[in-house]
């Protein structure tokens, strides 16, 4: 630390290319911060994905449906705790830019299988109560002002009613939280009771998916085997697979997200890389003379090539810690697509992940000039003075 003005001085002497140099590594750190954002909203459920939870879905796509019979015969299945289902409802909101998702489900049963949910035992009740009721997660509510009593309608763009009708009303009668963070809060769950005596005769008695609590979690394979072995060679033969994976190919359904944003990243981290090394570099030819001072008067290589490695630390720290804490003081602020992104916040592994990657790109970016000013010799470095 007793160096750290010397250090400081250093930065300021060109204070155009400093602070260019900073400007580009604090935008750099923002989009860092977003980026990771976006990509917690499109794959973080997976994380956040029950360990003994199995979807069953159609074999051949997500969009065949199941017959709402097949539910009796899993609770019967070795392994199984219970079973439940949803239908994918596919509605809007006044304008098709308001779109979120909506599922009728068995109530008693969806808040069992989903304790990560938190509603009010009042508001349970009356959603039991209900035939119209739906409850709708705490993201969505605030979006759209909605309040408890509320009648909404949604446009549906797969389900009509008996008289052609797409419009469906419901009652708000429950807002619910997520017990943690990453819990998604943007959908509406509705009575499947209502949905399936309501809607038009096609599909009636067929649901979506089921989603199946096991007993045991490291016996997930064996019972998902079990599953599909039930329904083999019957007309709707099922696949099951872990939750998570289910998540997983919703999020592949608009690309591999993960190798999106990695391609991004490396992208702008490469430019900055070149822009600081190329800062550096110039830096330290620059004191060429003042560096054979330091050598003549006694410091060492060793503390030659910490003070330029320091200098370059600095720098992209300062860069990264500006650039990160902007981009957490935006994302905290909310979804800049208005709700279209289930989850929008800054995980907070990231962020520390995003730190490192400051003292990682410091390092590496210090490293060649502060090797080039170690090699230098005095009498060479005093003549260029």
Not at 30 to 56: C, K, T, Y
Not at 178 to 193: A, C, E, N, V
Not at 289 to 294: D, F, M, N, S, T
Not at 301 to 313: D, F, Q, T
Request: hydrophobic residues 45%.
């Amino acid at each position: 630390m007793k160096f750290f003005h010397l250090i400081w001085c250093n930065l300021k002497r060109k204070k155009l290319r400093t602070s260019l140099t900073l400007l580009s590594i604090v935008v750099a750190f923002i989009l860092f911060g977003f980026l990771s954002a976006i990509q917690q909203a499109l794959v973080g459920g997976v994380e956040m994905a029950g360990a003994d939870r199995l979807i069953v879905r159609h074999k051949v796509s997500i969009i065949q449906l199941l017959p709402i019979s097949y539910e009796a015969r899993m609770d019967r299945i070795a392994g199984v705790d219970f079973a439940t289902h949803q239908t994918w409802f596919g509605g809007i909101y006044q304008d098709p830019k308001n779109f979120f998702m909506q599922n009728p489900v068995e109530p008693e049963k969806f808040l069992e299988m989903h304790p990560e949910i938190i509603l009010p035992p009042e508001q349970e009740k009356t959603w039991l109560a209900t035939r119209t009721g739906a409850i709708v997660g705490r993201r969505t509510a605030n979006h759209f002002h909605w309040k408890i009593g509320d009648q909404v309608p949604i446009q549906s763009t797969i389900w009509t009613r008996p008289d052609g009708s797409r419009t469906w009303e419901f009652d708000i009668v429950g807002i619910y939280d997520g017990k943690d963070k990453g819990i998604d809060t943007t959908p509406m769950f509705f009575r499947y009771d209502y949905f399936d005596e309501a809607r038009q005769a096609w599909g009636k008695g067929q649901v979506g998916w089921y989603t199946i609590r096991i007993k045991d979690p490291s016996q997930a394979a064996e019972v998902a085997k079990r599953v599909d072995v039930e329904f083999e060679n019957s007309p709707a033969e099922t696949k099951t697979e872990p939750e998570g994976a289910f998540i997983q190919g919703w999020a592949r359904a608009i690309g591999n997200i993960v190798l999106i944003v990695a391609a991004i990243l490396g992208a702008v981290f490469f430019t900055i890389l070149l822009v600081t090394g190329n800062t550096m570099a110039q830096a330290v030819r620059e004191r060429t003379g003042e560096l054979g001072v330091l050598k003549a008067i006694g410091f060492t290589n060793g503390r030659i090539v910490g003070l330029v490695l320091a200098e370059s630390c600095l720098l992209t720290v300062l860069g990264g810690v500006v650039g990160l804490g902007l981009a957490w003081l935006v994302i905290s602020h909310g979804d800049p697509t208005s709700g279209l992104l289930p989850m929008f916040f800054f995980p907070t592994r990231d962020l520390l992940i995003g730190l490192g990657l400051s003292v990682v790109l410091g390092l590496v970016t210090g490293i060649f000039p502060a090797l080039q000013a170690m090699r230098l010799r005095v009498a060479d470095a005093l003549r260029r003075m």
